[in-house]
């Protein structure tokens, strides 16, 4: 395999980095060079062919105007990235935008890719006893650019003693263009501290997005999540929990609905490295024609974590013959203590339920549609955002529910 | 308004129907009777065009049209209603969604526009308030955790939302209290209107105490054997249907 037009680029960045940073990113663009992109023959890549990426040449890419009226959400502050690079006049928060060192060690040779071109992202860090006063939103937007592109940024959140914070993430794309993303995430919650994350995905055709993002949740620490997917050429999402410390907790819901053409993938691994820790993850995914979803779930319960209570579903739905999904959770269980519990299903759309809408005199394509929006509401429904979860509803095409006008 | 011609219809292979003739004029009330088997949930079912029953002959016109080619959600359109014997719970999809889908999919048929959202609720709750149904249970998936007695006063609120020409009632009757029983009741004689016809399928007799029927026929084995007026029914009460199956 030939990563050589990575090498080509780096050099030509490398000019504009301070002395003190070309060291350390020329050593992680050397890893990068001899692992270069996952293959299949990892257990972990099975599903998702990054072969073809060491091929291809990308440019770092450039901010151009991309329209985001229709991400903008009432009050919430916004850091605004178009291309990787800040967006000022659309961010409120620009202040919290930095180059980040993380501290978590890189897996793969997209981690020493990501590293070895890394600009600047969120940099979060809370004190004790600190709240955010409104949310926040990190929109990581792409527009096309001339040549195929490439951006790569890191993120940090650290959460300080029981501090609290609402974040959002949100991928998304403006139409056209081919282009490389990798964003990382190194997210730590000190004791007793709680992080509301949502991430949300809308990115175009044609893009390649390879998410990750690492939590250690110390003493009483929890984290709520809903993850959405939407979009994409190609999406890979690693979330990695680590309940390092008793009495963690974590709260996890996905969401994936992968337009025509796309391939979603979501890797999730929630580690209880200690007593007492509880987490609940829940996974569905509606699946179409043409289109693929992975979901690979591991738990690990590791030796010592007494009293953990874990408890992982996966639910989806293949509506058509040439839809594709992939899911498997992996429980690793070595203490006896503990409560864990797993399942997975795939199905259809409930034939009867369809048949009596459409004796109501609801169109097929209409009935159909309410049905796949049931499916989901489990997971919309976590979302505490009103303005976020009617946004999360257009975004996959869902008609708005008739008792919405109950509440003027 | 509906007129059946020497209908035949199969289930999975299975001959149920077998030349059955119904003539229902706007402002009839029409009782259907008969034993278990013998015919009557499937022709309820053929009506309202389920999908898994075949018609083999036969012609069936509702207002002129041949209801047979129709799809399920056009015939509902053009103003013919099903009540379910058995109705299907729907998590996830609300009472009001699917009134106000099924409403506003039966006025775009009509080439009428969408139901304000108010006029919608208001009209919705005066329907639940005569079916003696809580407004709260509006908001709650359709049949989700209901009794067997409330799902049954739901196909009701359906059909009083809906407002059909036609109702054809699949045994909305058994499994009600004698309570249940007249607020159904009450709910379908409120719809009676000279424009308008049920056609109510039952095993019986005790429904048509509350709901005063115009013609009684007795299907058995696939075709009407009996017709008659009220006093029909009581005669089978009487005498349970062995005596027609027989000749």
């Known amino acids: 395999m030939s990563v050589a037009s990575y090498a080509q680029v780096f050099e030509r960045c490398a000019a504009a980095w301070p002395a003190a940073q070309r060291r350390a990113r020329r050593a992680k663009l050397e890893e990068f060079l001899r692992l270069g992109f996952p293959t299949r023959k990892l257990e972990d890549w099975r599903y998702t062919d990054l072969s073809a990426l060491a091929e291809r040449s990308f440019e770092p890419a450039r901010r151009t105007a991309v329209a985001l009226q229709d991400a903008l959400l009432p009050r919430s502050d916004r850091l605004v990235y178009v291309n990787g690079e800040l967006d000022r006049n659309a961010s409120t928060a620009d202040e919290l935008s930095a180059l980040v060192e993380t501290e978590t060690p890189g897996a793969t040779g997209v981690d020493a890719l990501n590293a070895a071109f890394a600009t600047p992202g969120l940099n979060l860090a809370l004190g004790p006893h600190a709240r955010l006063a409104r949310p926040l939103h990190l929109i990581l937007a792409g527009a096309a650019n001339p040549q ?197 299903t795939v199905g259809q759309l409930d034939e009867t339920a369809l048949a009596y809408l459409r004796s109501r005199g609801i169109a097929d394509s209409d009935a159909r549609a309410l049905l796949r929006r049931a499916f989901a509401l489990e997971v919309l429904d976590r979302i505490a955002w009103p303005a976020l979860r009617d946004r999360a509803a257009l975004l996959l095409g869902y008609p708005p529910a008739a008792e919405t006008a109950l509440d003027p | 308004m509906l007129e059946i011609r020497n209908l035949h219809a199969t289930v999975a292979g299975k001959d149920i129907l077998k030349g059955l003739d119904l003539t229902v004029r706007a402002g009839e009330v029409h009782a259907i009777m008969g034993p278990n088997g013998s015919g009557k949930s499937t022709l309820a079912h053929v009506l309202a065009g389920r999908e898994g029953y075949e018609v083999t002959q036969g012609t069936v016109r509702f207002e002129g049209k041949n209801l047979l080619e129709l799809p399920p959600e056009a015939r509902a359109c053009e103003g013919l209603f099903l009540g379910f014997q058995y109705p299907v719970e729907i998590p996830g999809v609300s009472n009001l969604t699917l009134l106000k889908a099924a409403l506003n999919a039966q006025r775009k048929h009509r080439g009428a526009p969408e139901i304000d959202a108010t006029d919608f609720l208001v009209w919705v709750r005066e329907c639940a308030r005569v079916m003696g149904i809580d407004p709260k249970m509006l908001s709650r998936g359709v049949n989700e955790g209901f009794s067997g007695g409330e799902k049954k006063r739901n196909e009701i609120l359906q059909m009083l939302v809906l407002q059909p020409r036609l109702a054809i009632l699949d045994e909305t009757d058994s499994g009600l209290d004698i309570d249940a029983l007249k607020v159904v009741a009450e709910g379908i004689n409120r719809l009676r209107a000279p424009q308008r016809a049920f056609v109510l399928v039952t095993h019986y007799q005790r429904l048509l105490d509350y709901v005063q029927p115009d013609f009684v026929h007795v299907l058995a084995g696939g075709r009407i054997v009996k017709s008659g007026g009220p006093e029909l029914a009581r005669e089978l009460e009487e005498k349970g249907y062995g005596w027609l199956e027989a000749a």
């Open chain 1, 148 to 344: 195929a592109a490439m951006t790569h940024q890191r993120h940090r959140i650290h959460l300080g003693q029981s501090a609290e914070a609402v974040l959002l993430v949100e991928f998304r794309g403006a139409a056209g263009g081919d282009r490389l993303v990798t964003q990382t995430f190194d997210i730590r919650l000190a004791p007793g501290s709680r992080l509301r994350l949502y991430r949300l995905q809308d990115e175009a055709a044609g893009s390649h997005l390879i998410s990750r993002m690492d939590a250690r949740l110390a003493r009483d620490a929890r984290i709520d999540i809903v993850c959405l997917d939407r979009g994409c050429g190609l999406a890979r999402h690693d979330l990695n929990l680590e309940l390092a410390e008793p009495g963690a907790e974590v709260e996890l819901a996905g969401f994936y609905q992968p337009a025509a053409g796309a391939h979603l993938d979501n890797h999730t691994r929630i580690v209880h490295a200690a007593p007492h820790g509880r987490s609940r993850e829940l996974f569905k995914g509606i699946v179409g024609e043409k289109s693929r979803a992975v979901f690979n779930g591991k738990i690990v319960v590791s030796p010592g974590a007494q009293k953990t209570d874990s408890e992982q579903r996966v639910a989806n739905l293949l509506l058509a013959p040439r839809a594709e999904v992939d899911a498997k959770p992996e429980l690793e269980i070595y203490t006896d203590d503990v409560k864990c519990a797993h399942g997975a």
